[in-house]
């Protein structure tokens, strides 16, 4: 059982995998905010996040990289 009664969790005996990540704290907090408004784990929030997006567009959207992606320089050949 959920260490908070009113948090909803998935079934006992579910399949689950560790997703760990780095975020900024504004991201982190948005995430926390929208669980405890949804009255769910922020795992399980997540979780049910990413099927919606899903289901909505047939796959998870790609996105820019947040640094450009090294380039090689036009040097001709000596």
Known sequence: ???IRTRAR???GSPTVLLQGRVAPH???AVQ?????S???IAY???ALI???EDTEGALPTIASPRPQREELP???A
């Open 51 to 53: 099927t919606q997006i």
């Open 45 to 47: 929030y997540l979780e």
């Open 39 to 41: 009255g769910v784990s």
């Open 33 to 37: 905010e929208a669980a405890a408004r």
């Open 27 to 29: 991201a982190r907090a």
């Open 10 to 12: 998935r079934a006992e």
């Open 75 to 77: 040097i001709p050949a």
């Open 1 to 3: 059982m959920s260490a």
